[in-house]
């Protein structure tokens, strides 16, 4: 089941960043920060989380998305995870649609997604290519040397560029 977060599940929301293995202890602290923000002024604050849960309300994976500042219909993905006692078994799917969903809801028309070019992160790039993202541009060295910023997109709605997501 998926849901938009409540405030009791912030300890799990940075508890899966912290134990997922791939972020550094600077990128839980802003997840943590994003988190705090969000219970304050709910999507005032220009985050919006969800949770997966499992039917006995463990939450397993969680995504952060908003509307991206000073644009017209463009959101960006900002977190996405699975804990990884869950992963392979379709939560980061799942949660990567409901996104899409909310953004078409929000008549929103592109999604970007940033991310590490590392291996660690490979399974992510995987997962975005997989679902219809396309690959719009790499950063080499963005991050740290050898640690280069891939940027993903998808279109839901064409303004007059004859361009659209295959997932309409």
């Known amino acids: 089941m998926i849901r938009p977060a409540l405030q009791n599940d912030g300890k799990s929301v940075v508890g899966i960043t912290a134990e997922s293995g791939v972020f550094k202890p600077v990128e839980i602290d802003c997840v943590e920060e994003l988190w705090n923000e ?35 219909g463009t959101f960006d993905l900002y977190w996405i995870a699975v804990h990884p006692k869950n992963r392979e078994r379709g939560v980061g799917r799942a949660l990567l649609a409901q996104v899409e969903e909310r953004v078409r809801v929000a008549s929103g028309r592109l999604l970007l997604i ?15 290519e997989s679902a219809g993202y396309e690959r719009e541009a790499t950063i080499h060295d963005f991050y740290a040397p050898g640690d280069d910023l891939i940027v993903f997109s998808k279109r839901f709605v064409s303004f007059g560029s004859g361009r659209q997501s295959g997932s309409e």
């Open 38 to 72: 969000y219970i304050e002024k709910g999507t005032d604050s220009g985050y919006e989380f969800m949770v997966f849960c499992r039917e006995e309300g463990q939450v397993v994976g969680y995504v952060c998305f908003g509307p991206h500042p000073l644009t017209e």
């Open 114 to 128: 940033e991310t590490s070019g590392t291996p660690p992160y490979a399974p992510a790039r995987h997962l975005y």
